[in-house]
């Protein structure tokens, strides 16, 4: 799940609010440049959508503390409601949703409804207790970026990335098998992601497979660029119309009533 599932979250305190894109979360760091040289370079560098090289200036100019804030201010203050999709998400019930997601809007939601099976445990990529989890009956969201509850250990910057898989290689370990032992669908995402790019691409060398992984993404993406994605990563692409967000949700509650009704016939 990536930013597009939070989307659609909307809050009873701030009416205008909604979750952040990345592209909007730096944007709203950049404000807060001690630099102003380094203005140019990072709007530069924004509009190219090189978010990784705007990030590692922005964070390297930026204090930790008003990083936080904004973190907090974006993500935490406005109490958001679940989307759409997160709910339609619960109810097919898979055991495991990976996020490379800093909002806690799905885990919240999660935990407190009635629909929640055998319990929900969130995991970050620098837990020690994944594969633990794993074994167990409990649901997991793992949380491959970190989570606005740990602000400090959020990953932005390419530097990060190293770090985070470098401190961190059992988690990629188990996200590998992961990735390779599943069929992954991937919602409200990009694919522009490196951690998840370098993870799809790994597994889809060590063992090729004629089943695919599925996106469902909007309908402006070149031949080309569908054919490279198929290729590199396997996955095949079920599209909606641009901007048509409606669709979106309701294409996807439509899997829901499928999935409910496989079960419902198949499944003891």
């Known amino acids: ?32 440049l001690s630099k102003k040289e380094d203005l140019p370079i990072v709007n530069d560098l924004l509009s190219k ?63 407190s409804s009635a629909d929640a099976h055998d319990g929900y445990r969130t995991c970050t990529y620098y837990d020690t207790n994944i594969a633990a989890t794993l074994k167990s009956p409990v ?35 188990i996200l590998d098998a992961l990735f390779l032992t599943n069929t992954l669908f991937f919602i409200g995402y990009n694919l522009s992601d490196p951690d998840i790019q370098l993870v799809l691409e ?14 469902y993404m909007p309908t402006n993406i070149h031949k080309a660029i569908k054919n490279a994605i198929k290729t590199a990563y396997n996955i095949d692409i079920i599209e909606y119309s641009q901007g048509d967000y409606e669709e979106l949700y309701r294409n996807f509650e439509l899997l829901l009533e499928q999935v409910l009704a496989y079960r419902e016939t198949y499944c003891i």
């Not at 205008?16 to 730096?26: G, Y």
């Not at 930790?64 to 339609?88: C, G, M, N, W, Y």
């Not at 790994?202 to 996106?215: F, L, R």
Request: charged share 25%; with cysteine.
């Open 202 to 215: 790994n597994v889809n060398i060590v063992a090729e497979s004629n089943y695919p992984h599925y996106a």
């Open 49 to 111: 959508d090189k978010y990784l090289d705007a990030a590692e200036i922005l964070l390297k100019e930026v204090s930790q503390p008003d990083i936080d804030r904004i973190l907090r201010e974006k993500l935490v203050t406005p109490h958001f409601k679940p989307s759409r999709i997160h709910k339609a998400v619960l109810q097919i019930d898979p055991k495991i949703v990976i996020t490379t997601n800093y909002d806690d809007i799905y885990e919240i939601f999660c935990n």
């Open 139 to 173: 649901r997991m969201i793992i949380k491959a970026h970190g989570c606005i509850k740990q602000p400090d250990k959020i990953v932005l910057t390419r530097s990060q990335y190293f770090k985070a898989r470098k401190e961190n290689s059992n988690f990629y370990r």
């Open 1 to 32: 799940m990536g930013s597009g599932a939070s989307a659609g979250s909307t809050s009873d305190l701030e009416e205008s609010a909604k979750p952040p894109t990345w592209l909007e979360l730096l944007t709203l760091i950049k404000n807060h």
